[in-house]
């Protein structure tokens, strides 16, 4: 069982291992779950007290003994709502100090899976006539998965963004998802077009994401290159085939 999700949801290693005992085992004092996640005293007691704290776990009194029971799993749903409230309440003031960088800042580098995911979801909450993409190959297809993108085009839809995309001829295969949506046109290049990077133009952004074992993206928002993008990309789609 995959527990990554309790890390990226705050919880420690010891408070995950207490959490999840204490769902095998049902209602018990301090003593079994110590035994079994094998952590020191201290450490399981102190793990408790947190997630009572954060209303994952409760306890009764039985003479001055305290038995512990974790909370239902869809607690974690109450749990994940109240980070979201809390950061929803935040975001306004986020927003404002982003701004103050964005108008000075022209090009910004992210990195790893999560730096890509972050450029592209980016780019499609950009206000924009069009999304337009070129390059790419089954590298970079498979590199964030196929129901990776097909989930990306499906918000990008939602958005209602129209796009216009070139690949080369071996993303075909691979992309039967994409290429029927609405507010989507794709067209093909030889399979000598194939590419591990992608260029994306987005209003006055372009995006050079590139999907190698250290993978990156170049964000640049500049009106003059991305209208130089956009030219070029207007060459590839001449010259592409459906």
């Known amino acids: 069982m995959d527990l990554s999700i309790f890390e990226e949801l705050g919880l420690t290693n010891a408070e995950i291992k207490v959490y999840i005992q204490l769902l095998k085992i049902g209602s018990s004092h301090a003593g079994p779950v110590?035994?079994?996640?094998g952590l020191q005293t201290s450490v399981v007691h102190r793990s408790l007290n947190t997630l009572i704290q954060k209303g994952l776990i409760n306890y009764v009194l039985e003479g001055k003994i305290k038995i512990y029971q974790a909370t239902a799993p869809e607690t974690f749903l109450d749990f994940i709502d109240e980070k979201k409230r809390k950061f929803t309440e935040l975001l306004p003031d986020l927003k404002k100090e982003q701004q103050s960088t964005q108008d000075r800042e022209l090009a910004t580098i992210y990195r790893g899976k999560r730096g890509l995911q972050e450029v592209y979801s980016k780019l499609i909450n950009i206000k924009a006539e069009e999304y337009l993409t070129f390059g790419g190959g089954e590298q970079v297809a498979?590199?964030?998965?196929?129901?990776?993108?097909?989930?990306?085009?499906?918000?990008?839809?939602?958005?209602?963004?129209?796009?216009?995309?070139?690949?080369?001829?071996?993303?075909?295969?691979?992309?039967?998802?994409?290429?029927?949506?609405?507010?989507?046109?794709?067209?093909?290049?030889?399979?000598?077009?194939?590419?591990?990077?992608?260029?994306?133009?987005?209003?006055?952004?372009?995006?050079?994401?590139?999907?190698?074992?250290?993978?990156?993206?170049?964000?640049?928002?500049?009106?003059?290159?991305?209208?130089?993008?956009?030219?070029?990309?207007?060459l590839l789609w001449k010259i592409a085939k459906p």
Do not use: C
């Open 34 to 37: 110590i035994e079994k996640t």
């Open 142 to 234: 498979n590199f964030m998965g196929l129901s990776w993108w097909k989930a990306f085009h499906v918000k990008r839809r939602m958005h209602k963004l129209p796009s216009r995309q070139i690949f080369d001829k071996t993303v075909k295969p691979l992309g039967e998802g994409i290429l029927g949506m609405p507010l989507t046109k794709v067209r093909f290049l030889p399979h000598e077009f194939a590419q591990f990077q992608e260029t994306v133009i987005v209003g006055d952004y372009v995006a050079t994401n590139v999907f190698t074992e250290n993978a990156y993206s170049f964000l640049i928002k500049d009106q003059k290159v991305a209208e130089g993008y956009r030219k070029y990309f207007e």
